[in-house]
């Protein structure tokens, strides 16, 4: 076990977390703990946002430009007056390293990068490619001599770590992904404390809740398959053809049955399964993936957000730099990070700008806004909205020109279409998924909106969610919308009325305190102005931040379930549900932090579903919650760490990536190595990585070491569209199978450098066709060891017909 790596790695991390803590403390000066919670993600996007500008030039000076950056923002922070807090970073950093260790724990029995059962192949290519690269974008392991298409700029950070730390990348993949669920964990923890805490609930309980969802949680897959195991076989029956699956594994057999995959497929739509992760099996399958490295700087985001939902209207200009300065270099980092969540800033911005207490119309210009008609309610409404959503469009647009080079010339272009009216999830497999965060919303925006509700209007009130979730459940064939709908409508009328009570008893405050101070008002104005602030504080409790995170992702939700992204990652929106429930999960694992901690800990006779007994239910609730979504973690964690069922164990714990390659294929490991320390990206050639040889030992070489090879794994269909592929991958064949000239006109014309001859290459073609390398002009072998051969090819001595004219 690398013991000192990881002590360095995680210095690493809480050196850049004290670096970070003036900035957040300046940032988010509201927050409960100081910004302290996203204070990591917060110090790594400065650098990262400078590498990826200036690194289109040179990735060194990037690197040094970024640093240079964060140390003078940070210095400005503290001569400016920002206080260091120790006991807030303190408590940051228990939390992370926790997190940080847990990981290592993990990843330390199952170190390896293998190509099947998830995306490590395509992960650790890109960050080998990076490492390689001196400018950006790296040329792509799997199509040489084009650069990457595809969102990598996750794996750039893991690189500005590897290069900062001076680690091989074969343990920097581990390090690095440990430190992105680290911060995960860690931002969970502060933002859900922290929107507690604005409304006097306690704010490390909350924060518990919160790392617990992020950190270990499952869905309700694993507890209801354990429960049909539990039960009579009529009963277990019964409820599982309810829910929606079948009676396999741990449903039949009890833990001895589990498979740590199964929680991760359970929205099926017609003829394949969806995807539908949470963040621990995504940690614990081990991929460094888009949709997991986007998820702290989705909650940085998010703290922005909450930053700005948490400044009085008054304070223009610090809220316009929230949203239109800040928020922007963040979306464009998102954007190269993982695509899928930049439209989740765009409506995070339109749900904060639209039900924040303060007014947007306020951050115009005042003779712009001025000229705004708000008479009407209806007037008010339209232009709260309209105005939001050009403040959400306006950071949408800001953030593309942040990374305007990934839109222009990374973004992958594989044919992708928007296409609508797909399948439809069950009720059932939406309860297994999302129930365990639904039930506690759902009594938590009752417990609020019941005492808003007149005794005489709470009946057409009932009637009308009833046939608004028989419309969505009927006409709609929709039972995410009739599920759903009824939480995004309540909670949006909570915020929206919270809204508005606030921003009338703020206007009247600040009017009465100026006629008593400057035009000669009276006491009794004073009076007023001092007991409407009082109720702007007692407003405060009534539904915050935390609704607004409920919202958004109940939104994402249904929409799914309506548009999709056609595209060649996967049958019909399989990869739609895949990308943006990640978002979704951590989105409301924080909401689900303050909403249970207010729960147990909120009973004011002002809401419904209080006193001692509602609050000892809402505490069983939470124990009832905490185990059954800890139970998928009980049982996937026992199997992983027993060597006897878990095959993958090395004999002693290890962070090495490529440590399973010595065992597996130790002559290709050699050959591996030896590519490994060449310098730059020279183009190879080897048997592409077409339809089924995906997933398997294929293009090992590029994935391993980041030297690009002429066609690799059939992803490359998904980035640039299946016909350029095939073209690349027949001329690859065509080096392998082709006459001597054929093969020579090839081997120049895409600049290969090198021909591997391994396993795979064996097993595709024939030993004559290879056996031909050997006399052919130009060609000679380079390095052998066993079986596998490499060969050198010298392009001035290449000979075919026309190549000099």
Do not use: C
Not at 619 to 633: E, I
Not at 689 to 705: D, F
Not at 732 to 742: C, F, K, R, V
């Amino acid at each position: 076990m690398e013991y000192g790596l990881v002590l360095w790695w995680l210095v690493a991390y809480l050196a850049f977390m004290a670096v970070g803590m003036p900035l957040a403390a300046v940032l988010f000066p509201r927050l409960a703990d100081r910004g302290a919670g996203v204070a990591l993600p917060t110090a790594l996007a400065v650098p990262w946002i400078v590498a990826y500008l200036v690194g289109h030039v040179s990735l060194t000076a990037g690197l040094l430009v970024g640093l240079a950056v964060l140390a003078a923002a940070a210095a400005v922070a503290v001569y400016r007056g920002a206080e260091f807090d120790r006991r807030r970073y303190g408590e940051a950093a228990a939390v992370f390293t926790l997190a940080f260790l847990f990981l290592i724990a993990i990843r330390a029995v199952d170190a390896g990068v293998h190509p099947g059962g998830g995306e490590k192949f395509l992960d650790f290519g890109l960050l080998q490619s990076l490492l390689r690269a001196d400018a950006l974008p790296p040329e792509d392991m799997w199509f040489a001599g084009r650069p990457v298409k595809y969102y990598y700029g996750g794996h750039l950070i893991a690189a500005l770590l590897t290069k900062i730390t001076g680690t091989e990348a074969r343990f920097a993949y581990n390090l690095a992904l440990a430190g992105f669920f680290g911060m995960l964990v860690t931002a969970a923890y502060g933002l859900a404390g922290s929107i507690a805490a604005s409304r006097d609930i306690s704010r490390v309980r909350a924060g518990a809740f919160g790392a617990f969802f992020v950190g270990f949680a499952s869905n309700l897959s694993t507890a209801g398959r354990f429960l049909v195991w539990l039960l009579p076989d009529g009963i277990g029956s019964f409820l599982a053809s309810t829910f929606g699956f079948e009676i396999t594994n741990l449903a039949a057999d009890g833990p001895a049955g589990f498979s740590y995959w199964d929680a991760s497929r359970v929205i099926g739509d017609e003829g394949y399964s969806t995807i539908n992760e949470f963040p621990l099996f995504a940690w614990l399958n081990g991929d460094m993936h888009a949709h997991m490295m986007s998820t702290p700087f989705v909650l940085l985001t998010a703290a922005l957000l909450f930053s700005y939902y948490r400044t009085p209207e008054g304070e223009r200009t610090r809220r316009r730099l929230l949203v239109f300065a800040l928020v922007p270099p963040l979306a464009g980092l998102l954007a190269v990070v993982n695509t899928w969540s930049f439209p989740t800033v765009g409506g995070l911005t339109f749900l904060t700008l639209a039900l924040a207490p303060a007014d947007p119309v306020s951050l115009l210009p005042a003779a712009l806004g001025d000229r705004i008609p708000r008479r009407e309610d209806w007037h008010r409404e339209l232009a709260r909205h309209g105005v939001a959503l050009a403040g959400a469009v306006s950071v949408v647009v800001l953030g593309a020109l942040w990374s305007l080079p990934f839109w222009l010339g990374t973004a992958s272009g594989g044919g992708r279409s928007i296409a609508i009216w797909t399948d439809r999830s069950s009720l059932g497999e939406l309860l297994l998924v999302h129930g365990a965060f639904v039930v506690p919303f759902a009594l938590y925006l009752a417990r609020h909106a019941v005492p808003q509700v007149e005794s005489d209007e709470a009946g057409e009130v009932l009637v009308f969610l009833g046939v608004g979730i028989v419309i969505a459940w009927i006409v709609g064939s929709s039972a995410a919308l009739a599920l759903l709908g009824p939480v995004i409508a309540i909670g949006w009328v909570l915020l929206r009325t919270q809204a508005d009570a606030l921003h009338r008893v703020a206007s009247r405050a600040t009017g009465a305190g100026q006629r008593a101070t400057t035009d000669g008002g009276t006491a009794t104005d004073a009076s007023a102005a001092s007991g409407d602030a009082g109720t702007v504080e007692r407003l405060r409790d009534v539904v915050g931040f935390e609704t607004l995170l409920i919202v958004a992702g109940a939104g994402i939700v249904v929409i799914v379930e309506f548009v999709y992204v056609k595209e060649q990652a996967g049958p019909g929106r399989m990869n739609t549900v895949f990308k943006t429930y990640a978002d979704v999960w951590i989105l409301w694992a924080v909401a689900a932090g303050a909403v249970l901690a207010h729960l147990v800990e909120n009973h004011s006779p002002a809401l419904a579903l209080s006193g001692d007994r509602w609050q000892s239910a809402f505490r069983a609730l939470a124990v009832l919650l905490v185990v059954s979504t800890a139970l998928y973690g009980a049982f996937a964690l026992s199997a992983h760490f027993d060597a006897d069922t878990y095959p993958n164990h090395p004999e002693d714990p290890t962070l090495d990536a490529l440590d399973f390659v010595t065992d597996s294929h130790p002559d290709e490991y050699a050959a591996i190595q030896w590519f490994d320390q060449l310098e730059g990206q020279p183009n190879i050639v080897s048997a592409p990585g077409r339809g089924a040889k995906m997933y398997r030992w294929t293009n090992p070489v590029s994935s391993l070491t980041g030297v690009p090879t002429l066609a690799g794994w059939a992803h490359e269909i998904g980035y640039r569209g299946a016909e350029v592929y095939r073209t690349r991958a027949d001329h690859a064949d065509t080096i392998y199978t082709g006459t001597p000239e054929q093969r020579a006109y090839y081997l120049d014309s895409y600049d290969v450098e090198y021909v591997y001859v391994g396993t795979n290459e064996r097993g595709e073609y024939s030993a004559e066709d290879l056996a031909a390398f050997e006399s052919m002009a130009g060609v000679s072998v380079e390095k052998q060891w066993g079986d596998v051969v490499v060969y050198r090819v010298d392009q001035s001595a290449l000979e075919y017909p026309g190549k000099n004219g």
